[in-house]
């Protein structure tokens, strides 16, 4: 029941990334390498308190660049679109992963048959109010392609490395890149909210998961984790004033059905 309750709050913390998102600055690059900055120092000092140890590898190179890809346009969507699009863009990756799976030669199982129809109908729905489409949906619709990339890679990668590994040099290698950047442009920010961003909805989540994810089962974290689109709407909505309408509600509550059916297992 603990790894169950560290994965919740895990996801809990995750869905208010949009508050600190909003409040740290505008340059999204800029947000993204302090995101990931400062979660390297609080998960370093994790690391040294528990004489975790180090193992780095090229797949965790290659995962950490898919993972800043993916946090970079999951800011960038928040910064343009509502918080609860956003987050339910976020979560179509379970629904990619399957097609990436099927390209891939393996098994679809009847669920998923079911899943993959009802993920794009809810999608079609949920952005149903856009005439046309805009950066942020299309940052959005990246952030969840790439977290699907992600995704299929970790299984590959967790046969090597711990989860507490994976999350570190996600975090470390992916603001190593965005150093320069960050130094050679002179960007404006709020020190406490990046501060914030780098802990709340990223170092203690990132922990909370590392230590859920030896409790559970590795099928039954995903869908804890949908709680997080859920409470990013909520967020939107008492902290922004965001308000989706009855098509996007619909459209959202059927991504998140696809989803949760797509990590189902017969």
């Not at 965005?178 to 002179?186: A, R």
């Not at 909370?208 to 939107?236: D, N, R, S, T």
Request: hydrophobic share 55%; charged share 10%.
């Amino acid at each position: 029941m603990r790894g169950e309750l560290a994965i919740f709050f895990s996801a809990i913390l995750m869905s208010s990334v949009s508050i600190f998102v909003r409040n740290t600055g505008e340059d999204a690059l800029a947000v993204t390498f302090l995101r990931l900055f400062f979660a390297t120092l609080f998960l370093f000092i994790f690391a040294f308190l528990r004489k975790e140890k180090f193992a780095f590898s090229k797949i965790l190179f290659m995962l950490a660049l898919l993972n800043l890809i993916t946090i970079f346009s999951y800011i960038s969507a928040i910064q343009q679109i509502e918080v609860g699009i956003s987050a339910l863009l976020l979560y179509m990756a379970p629904i990619y992963v399957t097609i990436i799976a099927y390209i891939s030669g393996e098994k679809i199982e009847r669920t998923t048959m079911i899943a993959l129809p009802l993920g794009f109908i809810g999608l079609y729905l949920m952005l149903s109010p856009y005439v046309e489409p805009n950066l942020g949906i299309i940052f959005g619709v990246v952030s969840g392609i790439t977290y699907s990339l992600v995704f299929t890679l970790s299984k590959k990668a967790r046969e090597f490395h711990s989860a507490f590994q994976i999350s570190f040099f996600n975090v470390f290698l992916g603001s190593s890149i965005l150093l320069p950047y960050f130094l050679l442009k002179s960007v404006e920010f709020s020190l406490f909210w990046a501060v914030g961003l780098g802990l709340i909805p990223t170092a203690i989540p990132f922990m909370l998961f590392a230590y859920g994810m030896k409790h559970v089962k590795l099928q039954k974290a995903p869908l804890i984790a949908l709680v997080e689109p859920m409470f990013a709407v909520i967020v939107g909505y008492i902290y922004f004033g965001e308000v989706l309408n009855e098509k996007q509600i619909l459209g959202g509550t059927l991504i998140l059905l696809s989803t949760a059916m797509s990590l189902h297992k017969d």
